[in-house]
């Protein structure tokens, strides 16, 4: 159990819907990154926070969006869904900046069906 | 743009082998590397990272190796066990301030008993 927390563990909504996708870092952890896994791209970054503020931004779609909230907990919100949106989408915590430090603490993901 | 990327798709060896797993990185500004292991139906688990000012790092079964010259890191395991049986993935790290990690397209061992 690496302390991550994702809700929830599989969804399965249609096209044109919006989710989203919670995540509870590790006690402590001030980091929280979002990874999309799909078969034909592996693990794409999309974007990361520390402390509240977007610290890094990946190849996320402008549908897609993402906060941190004050209790640390981060959600991603993915509008206007396309069947290529279906995908596992991992949350990390860590303690520090991933520039100081590449061990990330992985959720078990959200597995995000799209009909 | 700048990439990591991995030799095989996927390798297969027997139990008590040692096993190594071979990357390609791109970007010869890259500085700090790390492996993962991902076994199925669970997310990413760190297992070793190297910072560029090494050349070898090792833990528990594991060495990492880093070639600079030709921009090349691989993952060492020894003994491989049927527990090593996951898909491993190299990232570095990357994007502004380096807070990017930027995962490779993963290999995928399996160990035969």
């Known amino acids: 159990d690496s302390g991550v927390t994702q809700t929830p563990k599989h969804l399965i909504t249609a096209t044109g819907q919006r989710v989203t996708l919670r995540c509870s870092p590790r006690s402590g952890d001030l980091s929280v990154y979002w990874y999309q896994q799909s078969l034909d791209q592996g693990l794409q970054f999309l974007i990361q926070?520390?402390?509240?503020?977007?610290?890094a931004k990946g190849n996320i779609l402008e549908r897609f969006s993402a906060q941190q909230f004050p209790d640390l907990h981060s959600e991603l919100n993915l509008s206007s869904l396309e069947l290529g949106d279906s995908a596992l989408y991992f949350c990390a915590s860590s303690a520090r900046l991933a520039a100081l430090t590449g061990e990330l603490f992985f959720g078990e993901g959200s597995r995000l069906t799209v009909l | 743009g700048e990439s990591v990327g991995l030799h095989l798709p996927t390798l297969s060896v027997q139990e008590g082998d040692n096993s190594i797993i071979n990357c390609a990185y791109s970007n010869s500004a890259s500085d700090y590397f790390i492996w993962y292991k991902q076994e199925s139906g669970k997310g990413p688990q760190f297992i070793i990272d190297i910072r560029s000012n090494m050349d070898k790092r090792q833990g528990q079964r594991v060495t990492v190796l880093l070639n600079k010259t030709v921009k090349h890191l691989s993952l060492q395991i020894a003994a491989t066990q049927p527990g090593d049986s996951a898909v491993y993935f190299c990232?570095?790290?990357?994007?502004?301030?380096?807070?990017?990690?930027?995962f490779g397209g993963g290999t995928r061992l399996m160990v035969k008993p």
């Open positions: 990232a570095e790290n990357t994007g502004n301030a380096g807070n990017m990690l930027t």
């Open positions: 926070y520390y402390n509240g503020e977007e610290r």
